[in-house]
């Protein structure tokens, strides 16, 4: 089993330690590829019109800076950088040990700036949405799209993948639909089913919490992923089809 997430948009700063070494990153087939995209980040935080092209506002003014120093910035494990509604509800510092060591080996973190991530991999905090458009790369979607497909299908071969990611970050990589499960969130309201943001990135971090932390064997197909959900969960399992994984779609009421 694999567990797709994104990154959060907020980043918790390292403690001051050990600067930035490529070399620990898992997939290192995307190490040039991130070496360009870090460049390009470099050069668009140092720019003029820094906050337009990445989409951020003036109370953002540190992180756009600490853009243009992302080798001499100290990192932490992912999991430590990422915060916010899913990483809370994830709770990886809560884990046990065994669990934790699970997580790191299930957990893949697909990113605008990295690729993809072990859970584990030491990162600095920074600033950067897989929607920007940096000059030097395009759309960072469409840049990573060319990069992921050989080292993530490889990546992924016999495992089921449960894809906890929006959409801005389902586009830079498609897992296989037969082995792949989308993870939605709903809401019932007045006898009608709604989508949710917030609650949504909040029941995929309880979600893949569950996967990680349960007892028994990983979920190995779409069924054995909608009955682990269902000791949880109301929930339902759409059918892939060739260009579209199982939709796993939680109810809440």
Same mark, same amino acid.
């Given at each position: 089993?694999?567990?797709? +997430? ?17 070399? =620990? ?9 991130? =070496? ?13 019109? /820094? ?50 060591? =699970? ?13 993809? +991530?072990?859970?584990? $991999? ?5 600033? +950067? ?9 395009? =759309? ?12 993530? $299908? ?8 449960? $894809? ?7 586009? /830079? ?37 569950? +996967? ?5 064997? $990983? ?20 059918? /892939? ?13």
């Amino acid at each position: 089993m694999l567990i797709l +997430l994104p990154p959060s948009e907020g980043k918790t700063p390292a403690a001051p330690g050990s600067g930035f070494d490529p070399d =620990k990153l898992h997939f290192p087939d995307l190490t040039d590829a991130r =070496k360009k995209v870090l460049a390009a980040l470099a050069d668009a935080s140092s720019a003029g019109d /820094a906050h337009a092209v990445l989409g951020v506002g003036p109370s953002l003014a540190a992180e756009v800076r600490r853009n243009t120093v992302l080798h001499d910035e100290p990192c932490a494990p992912a999991h430590r950088i990422y915060s916010g509604v899913l990483y809370d509800a994830l709770g990886y510092a809560e884990m046990t040990p065994a669990q934790q060591a =699970k997580a790191d080996a299930a957990v893949v973190v697909i990113s605008g700036l990295w690729g993809a +991530l072990g859970f584990s $991999d030491p990162i600095p905090a920074y600033r +950067l949405s897989m929607a920007v458009k940096l000059p030097e790369t395009g =759309k960072l979607a469409t840049f990573w799209k060319k990069h992921l497909g050989g080292v993530l $299908d490889e990546y992924s071969a016999g495992h089921l993948v449960v $894809d906890c990611r929006s959409s801005t970050y389902s586009a /830079a990589w498609a897992p296989e639909p037969s082995m792949a499960a989308a993870v939605n969130v709903f809401q019932m309201r007045n006898g009608k089913r709604t989508v949710v943001s917030h609650f949504a990135k909040h029941t995929r971090g309880e979600l893949a919490r569950h +996967l990680i932390t349960r007892g028994g064997d $990983d979920p190995a197909t779409a069924e054995q992923l909608l009955a682990a959900a269902q000791e949880k969960w109301d929930a339902e399992l759409v059918p /892939a089809t060739a260009r579209k994984p199982f939709q796993l779609n939680i109810i809440l009421s």
